[in-house]
């Protein structure tokens, strides 16, 4: 009984964060024009105490949020708060948080310039060898040739080295609730090798 019960609290969470999400992608453009103000300074500097200086982030398992694509950032947001993706870090720490104030943020992030995370240098065969694995992957259909990502797809390049193996093997590993289910799909059954190409490359894109 306490399994059905949960089931359908988990359940009901997630159709909520789905009307959430629609409501955000269909506001009328002078709702979100009136959100589009600076985030308030606390949240701001609690984003960026883990994520960086405009989002910009110096730890290597953590993603950079600038340059994200605006509706990505949103989803993440409702869909952390809402308990459907699971980031450990970040429990409870946007529950107070609105939907207008999650517009905001997002705002924010995405007009800021992304700085490429990575400081080591290319590996040349690597690159090489990821470029290959992407274009097989066919990587760049979703998060555009250039992989800035669009929409609700994340922008992939110059993300952390770390965090892009990190990541990938979440997904392929089935470690990635409440995230991109086609994401998953798509890198099932990827060796660790053909990762950390992948990654090396997405890192240092050109």
Do not use: W
């Amino acid at each position: 009984m306490v399994a059905i019960h949960s089931g359908i609290h988990q359940t009901s969470r997630a159709l909520a964060a789905a009307a959430l999400l629609f409501c955000l992608g269909t506001m009328p453009a002078h709702t979100i024009a009136q959100t589009a103000a600076q985030p308030s300074a606390g949240q701001l500097g609690l984003c960026v105490a883990c994520h960086g200086p405009q989002g910009n982030s110096q730890i290597p398992s953590i993603p950079s949020l600038a340059g994200q694509p605006k509706t990505f950032i949103e989803n993440q947001l409702v869909l952390i708060r809402e308990g459907i993706r699971e980031v450990p870090q970040m429990k409870g720490m946007l529950d107070k948080i609105t939907d207008e104030e999650f517009i905001t943020l997002a705002n924010y992030f995405a007009a800021q310039a992304p700085v490429k995370a990575t400081t080591t240098a290319v590996n040349n065969a690597t690159y090489l060898r990821g470029q290959e694995t992407a274009k097989k992957m066919l990587c760049g259909t979703c998060h555009l040739p250039n992989y800035v990502g669009q929409n609700q797809i994340p922008r992939l390049a110059g993300q952390h080295e770390e965090f892009l193996v990190l990541s990938i093997k979440q997904f392929r590993d089935g470690q990635s609730a409440g995230r991109d289910t086609n994401m998953s799909a798509s890198v099932q059954g990827v060796k660790d090798s053909d990762v950390a190409d992948l990654a090396h490359y997405l890192a240092h894109f050109k």
